[in-house]
């Protein structure tokens, strides 16, 4: 069956440093790849997306590329802030059922 | 802006006591989730509805019902409240954008079954 692994938490990171942050996949067919983001206290947020393989999605300095070759969609950004901080879900969804959602990666940026 | 809202924010019952948690969405889409959230689990799918009066089992429905009697509203119903059901229930609702599903989330209803 379909599958989402992300990478354990949790990241500590300094401001301004860079982050990568690892999802695989598992999946029949050509899914849609989201990142979503959960503010403390919060419900979750679609952060981005990429439809089709190649697709790179985008969104306040976040980016994560569609990679069908590797069954990968990690999520970068070039310079963390401490507003930042919060837990990542890379998840995937297909013909309209719910979504998959790998377990969350904790990110604790400090300044 | 797409607003999807739960009716609690935080929720405390006793064991035994039948729980409703409601979610309502403005923006007439078609598909709802139910969702829970646990640490180290993330989330899972307890049931989802395609259209009034459907609904499907998600991968955890024992325990749980739904209701879905107008578009906008879909509702979790625990028959039973026990411990094990304490959890963050998280409603979501789904439109097509012309090239992929999207899912709006509530805030989320922090339930605690003392």
């Known amino acids: 069956g379909n599958s989402v692994t992300q990478m354990e938490g949790p990241v500590t990171l300094s401001e301004e440093a860079f982050l990568t942050i690892n999802c695989t996949y598992t999946?029949?067919?050509?899914?849609?790849l989201f990142w979503y983001v959960q503010y403390p206290g919060e419900g979750l947020q679609l952060l981005l997306k990429?439809?089709?393989?190649?697709d790179k999605g985008s969104n306040k300095g976040f980016e994560a590329t569609y990679r069908k070759e590797t069954t990968s969609f990690h999520l970068e950004k070039g310079s963390v802030q401490v507003s930042d901080s919060a837990v990542y879900f890379c998840a995937l969804n297909q013909a309209g059922t719910a979504l998959i959602f790998g377990k969350g990666t904790t990110l604790s940026v400090s300044s | 802006d797409v607003k999807v809202t739960q009716s609690s924010r935080y929720l405390v019952k006793r064991t035994g006591e039948k729980v409703f948690l409601e979610c309502v969405q403005d923006m007439d889409h078609e598909n709802m989730f139910w969702y829970r959230q646990d640490p180290g689990l993330g989330l899972r799918l307890i049931y989802f509805?395609?259209?009034?009066?459907?609904?499907e089992k998600g991968d955890i429905p024992e325990g749980y019902s739904v209701s879905r009697e107008k578009k906008e509203r879909f509702s979790l119903i625990l028959e039973s409240a026990s411990t094990n059901q304490t959890s963050m229930y998280l409603c979501a609702s789904s439109r097509w954008t012309g090239s992929s599903y999207e899912q709006y989330f509530g805030p989320g209803t922090r339930l605690t079954v003392t």
């Open positions: 999946a029949t067919g050509y899914p849609s």
């Open positions: 990429a439809t089709k393989a190649d």
């Open positions: 509805s395609y259209d009034v009066k459907m609904k």
